[in-house]
């Protein structure tokens, strides 16, 4: 049984930081692009980062570059989402999602639907 679990989520005021994470189990995930998602309430959920299966090539969303980095630990089955910076509009819960294919193109790797098996959500909240 293929499962994701994110952890890490709180409050913070505006300009700190929190880390996620997402471990998962059941699934051979290190071969897979895995990326983060986030939905805030009344709005659909929208891409926030992804990363490739080795690690070293990661996508952002406009709205998040420079302040929040993926990474992933393969050995460990888990992936990262570190949050820097953080706004108001950054409020959100956060999924954890592994991809259906090993690659993407970077302009689809942030498209949820390419996206096979989610976590439960972890929640974010920003307060100014």
Do not use: H
């Given at each position: 049984?293929?499962?994701?679990?994110?952890s890490g989520g709180g409050s913070v005021q505006a300009g700190g930081s929190l880390g996620l994470?997402?471990?998962?189990?059941?699934?051979?995930?290190?071969g897979y692009c895995m990326?983060?998602?986030?939905?805030?309430?009344?709005?659909?959920?929208?891409?926030?980062?992804?990363?490739?299966?080795g690690g070293s090539s990661t996508v952002y969303a406009d709205s998040v570059k420079g302040r929040f980095t993926i990474s992933r630990d393969?050995?460990?089955?888990?992936?990262?989402?570190?949050?820097?910076?953080?706004?108001?509009?950054?409020?959100?819960?956060?999924?954890?999602a592994v991809a259906n294919n090993r690659w993407l193109r970077p302009d689809m790797i942030l498209d949820q639907l390419q996206?096979?098996?989610?976590?439960?959500?972890?929640?974010?909240?920003?307060s100014s």
């Open positions: 049984q293929v499962q994701l679990v994110e994470s997402c471990a998962t189990s059941g699934y051979t995930s290190s990326g983060w998602f986030r939905q805030a309430p009344g709005k659909e959920r929208e891409g926030v980062a992804a990363i490739y299966p393969n050995a460990k089955k888990t992936l990262y989402l570190q949050m820097n910076s953080l706004k108001p509009e950054d409020t959100a819960m956060y999924y954890c996206y096979r098996y989610w976590g439960q959500g972890t929640q974010v909240t920003v």
